[in-house]
């Protein structure tokens, strides 16, 4: 019997214009029973999503970003991730946004084509992939999240976004220039991160479920290289704020992407399933390169086994 699939479209996105969403379809349509939808605002993707996995449609395809699939991920997620993932409705992921770092990161593939090629493969064999994801708070995220400098960082790249201009590595490097002398808690470490009986002062934390990290072009930034969808979290607190010590980490990290780097400026956590940050103060929040609103308390988890994929 030929399975159901909602292709979900985010017509914001970069390569998500009619032809290729075209070919997604055609291509599709050969495996499956196909409909199609398109997102109308923030938050649309997450509703459509839950409604698909209520439905128990066996398949759910997403045409965007990494922020349009954030927002499905935590749809098909939202009554919860204690059965069995294989019952549920899996995900397919067809990269049209600017970095696409799930997709990349998952060997999806780079580019519509060849993403389409591999899904079309993936769902003719029946082949599924079972994740880890992670949670901040309310909100899943497959790949990272953070709190502090870098979420600040996806709150400028996000605010370009909205007034017209592409979320490039580009664009994330020069706001990022522009942040960090500046930013609204570095050189001050207002952060208290605990997991289990360790404590750390902090200014940012980076929290990782998979890597790399992000991408600066084709380059990983990969600061927590050990994180991967069948383990739990790691994390990276940033203790020094001083702009050489960061400055050469970061150099660091793009030059030798899978080296775990220590010491100053940062302490390392490994293989987390809970970790808590908290402030005096509101600060920023991402998750898969999206901004939050601020808080002062966030809880991370790492949740098992919640999420299939079709790969």
């Known amino acids: ?25 055609a291509a599709l349509s050969a495996v499956a029973t196909v409909a199609v939808t398109v997102t109308a605002s923030p938050g649309h993707a997450t509703e459509l999503a839950r409604a698909a996995r209520r439905d128990a449609l066996p398949l759910l395809v997403v045409v965007g ?20 993932p294989l019952v549920r409705t899996a995900l397919g992921i067809v990269p049209a946004g600017g970095m696409n770092v799930t997709a990349r990161s998952l060997g999806a593939g780079r580019t519509v ?3 389409v090629r591999r899904l079309t493969e993936a769902v003719r064999g029946k082949r599924r992939r079972i994740l880890n994801v992670g949670r901040a708070g309310e909100r899943y995220f497959l790949f990272a999240s953070g709190v502090g400098f870098g979420a600040d960082l996806m709150t400028r790249v996000s605010h370009a976004r909205r007034h017209g201009r592409k979320t490039t590595p580009l664009r994330c490097v020069l706001e990022g220039a522009r942040a960090f002398p500046g930013g609204t808690q570095r050189g001050r470490t207002d952060l208290t ?34 994180a991967d969808w069948s383990t739990d979290l790691e994390a990276l607190a940033f203790t020094d704020a001083s ?9 660091r990290m793009l030059v030798a992407p899978w080296h775990e780097h220590h010491g100053r400026p940062v302490t390392r956590f490994r293989e987390l399933r809970t970790l808590s940050v ?9 998750v898969d390169g999206e901004p939050l609103p601020a808080r002062d308390t966030v809880r991370f988890t790492s949740v098992r086994r919640a999420l299939a994929v079709a790969l």
């Open 1 to 25: 019997m030929t399975p159901r699939a909602l292709v979900l479209v985010n017509p914001a996105a970069t390569r998500a214009g009619r032809a290729e969403t075209a070919d997604v379809v």
């Open 193 to 226: 991160v605990t997991a289990g009986r360790r404590k750390e002062r902090a200014f940012a934390l980076l929290v990782a479920n998979a890597s790399p990290y992000a991408y600066v072009g084709a380059w990983p930034l990969n600061p927590c290289p050990a």
């Open 65 to 84: 970003g990494d922020g349009t699939v954030n927002e499905a991920v935590n749809g098909l997620l939202a009554d919860g991730a204690r059965d069995d």
């Open 278 to 286: 908290t402030s005096h103060n509101p600060v920023a929040l991402h």
């Open 113 to 115: 084509p060849d993403a």
């Open 243 to 251: 702009v050489p010590r960061c400055s050469l980490l970061a150099a």
